[in-house]
T-cell receptor, first 112, second 116 residues
Framework: KQEVTQIPAALSVPEGENLVLNCSFT??????LQWFRQDPGKGLTSLLL?????REQTSGRLNASLDKSSGRSTLYIAASQPGDSATYLC???????????FGKGTKLTVNP | GAVVSQHPSRVICKSGTSVKIECRSL??????MFWYRQFPKQSLMLMAT?????????EQGVEKDKFLINHASLTLSTLTVTSAHPEDSSFYIC????????????FGPGTRLTVL
């Protein structure tokens, strides 16, 4: 059974700092991995999707990497801003399945 | 594009009553919709996969008679929580997959259910 773990559970940083969020998964036979953002009491916004054959994806100040063999992904946020404050969720899908397995998320607070 | 809405956004009901939550894809056709439940500080847990015109597929441990799912059209799926109990209080989120594109699920804003 696939399990997704995110570390740390919460992170507080000053504005402008670069930061890394971590995600690990137990079964390396994944189809893809996604990073989402969730604001309090809201739904999910997809940030980046990495196919199993890819090593990384970039969008603006965000860069996500994937090391499938070791079961790890990182989300790098450059020059953090208060507007980046949210919970960041990592989710993986298995080959042949549309199901997403989510981690519990990392709650990020960027202080002005 | 690819907007998913949910209604209501919040609902409070008495124990023993039934509550219906709607999930709509506003600008695309969704052959598949997914229903998730999220408890405070917990992961989103997939409850069921809903395919248009067919019965939903429920995850292990989810009671199909308690959580009724109907996917009557390519833009609408409903989740009915029957005989609700306080332990059903949770955040329910739906997502929709664009027909023909398997990678991406678009998520609704969620529905906060509180059962008194």
């Amino acid at each position: 059974k696939q399990e997704v773990t995110q570390i740390p559970a919460a992170l507080s940083v000053p504005e402008g700092e670069n930061l890394v969020l971590n995600c690990s998964f137990t079964d390396s036979a994944i189809y893809n991995l996604q990073w989402f953002r969730q604001d309090p009491g809201k739904g999910l916004t997809s940030l980046l999707l990495i196919q199993s054959s890819q090593r990384e994806q970039t969008s603006g100040r965000l860069n996500a990497s994937l090391d499938k063999s070791s079961g790890r992904s990182t989300l790098y946020i450059a020059a953090s801003q208060p507007g980046d404050s949210a919970t960041y969720l990592c989710a993986v899908s298995q080959g042949g399945s549309e199901k997403l397995v989510f981690g519990k998320g990392t709650k990020l607070t960027v202080n002005p | 594009g690819a907007v998913v809405s949910q209604h209501p956004s919040r609902v409070i009901c008495k124990s023993g009553t039934s509550v219906k939550i709607e999930c709509r894809s506003l600008d695309f056709q969704a052959t598949t919709m997914f229903w998730y439940r999220q408890f405070p500080k917990q992961s989103l847990m997939l409850m069921a996969t809903s395919n248009e015109g067919s019965k939903a597929t429920y995850e292990q441990g989810v009671e199909k008679d308690k959580f009724l799912i109907n996917h009557a059209s390519l833009t609408l799926s409903t989740l009915t929580v029957t005989s609700a109990h306080p332990e059903d209080s949770s955040f329910y989120i739906c997502s929709a997959r664009v027909a023909g594109i398997t990678d991406t699920q678009y998520f609704g804003p969620g529905t906060r259910l509180t059962v008194l």
